[in-house]
């Protein structure tokens, strides 16, 4: 009996050990099936950011939002990595930096091109800026 | 913050009149704070660095978001965000400083021309003095491109390494940035 209960400690201690070195090791997650914590017009969430950027920080920063907007500007960088910025309202715009698995379709995305595309918050600058974006709808 | 926002906006507004003024919304930044015996990488990348340099006066200004930085581990990157650099009350980190050598960089001459810069760094809430070397290439009478690396130790910037991971999370941070520019659009 006590040796089955050994067993099952060193097991649940092993499987312990291997859930944390994969908690560890886990890579970036894409944010694909996640639900948006926010679904925002582009002017909009620049607005907001615009007029109370603490507010906004708090608000939407390290979230998961959902941008609905046209493209204004698209560009790669010399590693071929793509750049596409959301047109607002005014000169700010929301800059969008695509994971690894949605360059090939974020590629397909032309300027004046009405798109919904979701990625993390992380503050603004002159832009808005969103990471790990994916491209949700462009039609 | 909002100060060196504003500082650039009016950089950006009030370009037009030399046309010497450029500006990038997707320059790299790179650290590595690896220690040198430490089993893995500590490094991060961010892609969305906000930079103007006026060419006119030599004036140089940079910001970044925190969490824009990429790790190539997620937990890595959560505990940067919240243990180490606190980018929920500090989200931004910025430089402001001017290049002291720019009156020997020829803009009417293309080519890569050795800079020096100097000015204040801002991350965690903390400002500190600092000065770098980089490269400057100048291509058709403007500035395309800057590069530089340089080294903060994180101690200046009062960001904390807990002594368990001493041995993996170097004091010091190696800093690289490199900036493609494109000339302002006069308004």
New interface residues.
Partial sequence: MKKKIFLALGIMALAGAAFGFYLFNKPHQSILNDKPDFVVESAAIISEFETNEDAANKKFNGKVIEVAGIVSEKSKDELGKLNITLQGADIAGIGCVFEKAAQSKAATLAEGQQVRIKGICTGILMDVVMVDCVVVESN | M?KV?FA??LL?STSAVFGQKVLT??G?VHFDATSPNSPEKIDATN??T?SVIDASTGAIEF??????F??????M?EHF?ENYVE??KF??ASFKGTITNMSSIDLKKDGSYPATVKGQMTLHGETKEISATGNITVKGGSITAAKSEFSLMLADYKIEVPSVVKDKVSKEAKITVDL?FQPMAAK
């Avoid at chain 2, 910001?63 to 824009?68: H, S, V």
């Fill in positions: 909002k926002i650039i906006a950006i919304k997707n790299k892609d969305k906000m910001a970044l978001l925190m969490k824009a990429s790790f190539e581990k997620a937990l990157q965000n980018s929920d989200p931004k493609s």
